[in-house]
């Protein structure tokens, strides 16, 4: 019981370490928002549709929530070369 609580803590942790990482990396003012043009200054290569879709409350910005969410499809390899996850 104890292994499976820690692991789910460990989980938990990890996946905020992880957007936090994404978000130092393209969050290029520190505002803790990601915009299609700090993405672009990453070096990412993005659509104006992918954003939006990724963009869930529609305020032209992505949170780190919405990133952490969006990163398996927007954040990839083929569209961010230089920063891919
Ligand atoms: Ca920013
Ligand atoms: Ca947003």
New binding site residues.
Partial sequence: MNKVLSILVLTFLSSGAIASDLMKRFDLDSND?VTMVELEQAGCTIKNSMFKA??????????KK?LRKSRDYLLTRKRCPKTAV
């Fill in positions: 928002l990724a963009d869930r409350n529609k305020d032209g910005t992505l949170s919405e």
